[in-house]
């Protein structure tokens, strides 16, 4: 039965990638748009010195322009409204995603030059999240656990915001955030072009326009996306799940999206514990997350960067192959593959803090 569904997966795809040539026409266009609208935003940046602001979450140094994002998103959304055109039955279910992921986009990119207020940046989060929760795009079930809809409404927005900030905290180091994000996309790109041709698309969009950008943004860098692009990235990966899709994918969807980003939200939920407890501000900078962690073990960014999207890698494939199990089945295999990252967020978490005090030793002992 397995092999069956597994067949099937592989007919469907090949399926949908030879009925679509203006879908593959559409990713060429926002690949082509990513790659040559970053160089111009380059020379913009370097021209109004319009570099990436530092702080003790960065390790990179000296001037980086930040508005990588300008060309990514330029390259996704005129792929996405060609689409629409062409595709007129497309708009109705398309629309809300790109609209609230513009404005997610658009009031990052004014975070970049003005420092809105963190209260500011919730209400905008919260309004895009509005647009995706009231248009009926929403987690419903948990397995067999139908949620009452006033949960599910509070689940959903909660979860947006959550995965909003934690894709603009893992930005940290070169090529991680869009790469990360190309990964999962794709996924999703996968689990719907069985039945979801028009999501399948915008995911692969997505993709396309991302890898213009990994062109320019992979060590070493010539520009970061900002605030704007880690924003834009997490409200899409938060949001895109939600349509509806096969009856396996909705029993197991909450268990496949923490799956799929549990890199970024494990580290977020570990920043704020962090900060909580050393009495800080959650939204304090600080050299302490997965990425800083294996770098104080011995890695250097490269391979920190190979690392985690090694890691995010399986974790995509996991998913997939739990998606054509049966229904159980696929629960207990997401369950452990989660139970998995935690325990490898939990090595890494208490190497590195032996790694810390092996340091502080050798330099008392120097000095």
């Not at 919730?122 to 895009?128: D, E, N, S, Y």
């Not at 995010?312 to 295999?333: D, E, H, K, N």
């Amino acid at each position: 039965m397995q092999s069956n569904n597994l067949e099937l997966f592989i007919n469907l795809t090949l399926l949908f990638v030879r009925q679509n040539h203006v879908v593959w026409l559409l990713c060429a266009l926002a690949f082509i748009i990513s790659v040559v609208v970053i160089p111009i935003i380059i020379k913009i940046c370097k021209k109004e010195k319009w570099y990436d602001r530092l702080d003790e979450r960065k390790i990179h140094s000296g001037n980086i322009p930040r508005l990588g994002s300008i060309g990514f998103v330029t390259g996704f959304v005129i792929s996405s409204v060609v689409y629409m055109v062409i595709k007129d039955d497309s708009a109705s279910s398309l629309i809300p995603f790109v609209l609230a992921g513009f404005i997610i986009f658009l009031f990052g990119v004014i975070d970049d030059f003005r420092n809105l207020r963190a209260s500011f940046k919730l209400f905008i989060q919260i309004m895009a999240a509005c647009i995706i929760v009231f248009t009926n795009h929403r987690f419903t079930y948990i397995g067999n656990f139908a949620i009452p809809e006033i949960f599910s409404l509070l689940l959903t927005m909660g979860w947006i915001i959550g995965v909003i900030n934690s894709f603009n905290l893992i930005d940290g180091i070169d090529g991680l955030c869009a790469g990360l994000s190309s990964l999962i996309a794709f996924t999703f790109a996968a689990i719907y072009a069985r039945n979801v041709a028009h999501t399948a698309t915008i995911c692969l969009f997505l993709v396309a326009s991302l890898m213009g950008f990994l062109i320019y943004n992979k060590p070493k860098a010539k520009i970061f996306m900002g605030d704007g692009g880690s924003q834009f990235l997490g409200f899409m990966i938060a949001s895109l799940p939600l349509y509806r899709s096969s009856d396996n994918f909705e029993y197991n969807k909450f268990l496949v999206m923490i799956n799929l980003v549990a890199i970024p939200t494990i580290d977020c939920i570990a920043a704020i514990i962090r900060r909580l407890r050393e009495h800080r501000g959650i939204m304090t900078p600080d050299r302490a997350h997965i990425h800083h962690k294996l770098m104080n073990i011995g890695f250097n960014s490269k391979q920190v960067l190979i690392i985690l999207l090694l890691l995010q890698t399986l974790i995509c494939v996991a998913c997939c192959i739990a998606l054509y199990l049966q229904g159980l089945s696929a629960f207990i295999m997401l369950l452990v593959t989660y139970a998995v990252i935690i325990v490898l967020f939990s090595s890494v978490h208490f190497l590195n803090r032996r790694a810390i005090a092996l340091k502080n030793k050798t330099e008392t002992i120097v000095s």
